[in-house]
């Protein structure tokens, strides 16, 4: 059994920045692949950033390439996502989630998720 807990999430003006975190607690934090995804209204979840175990390897959706990054903490057993020039577009629930499968895009791949954490960028 794996735990997430998201926070950081809040409103912002278009061109601010947020730091999402989630911490994790139950199973071997350190082996696992760790992904953000977010879900806005009317659409389907999506994947927003994935990190290997290490940290050492990242992965990021073309529509947040340059603007967001995504880290870990396996001391401390935390996973951040660090966005920058934030758009409307951004606005979603933000989830992070423990990969069980091999396809970091697939969210079916993934079989802990926390329950999120709103995020509103304002025009």
């Known amino acids: 059994q794996v735990q997430l807990v998201e926070s950081g999430g809040g409103l912002v003006q278009a061109g601010g920045s947020l730091r999402l975190s989630c911490a994790a607690s139950?199973?071997?934090?350190?082996?696992?692949?760790m992904g953000w995804f977010r879900q806005a209204p009317g659409k389907e979840r999506a994947f927003v950033a994935g990190?290997?175990?290490?940290?050492?390897?990242?992965y990021y959706a073309d529509s947040v390439k340059g603007r967001f990054t995504i880290s870990r903490d396996n001391a401390k057993t935390t996973v951040t996502l660090q966005m920058a020039s934030l758009k409307p577009e951004d606005t979603a629930v933000y989830y992070c989630?423990?990969?069980?499968?091999?396809?970091?895009?697939?969210?079916?791949?993934?079989?802990?998720w926390g329950q999120g954490t709103q995020v509103t960028v304002s025009s």
């Open positions: 139950g199973r071997t934090f350190s082996s696992d692949y």
């Open positions: 990190i290997n175990w290490s940290g050492r390897r990242t």
């Open positions: 989630a423990a990969l069980r499968g091999s396809n970091y895009y697939n969210p079916t791949d993934y079989d802990y």
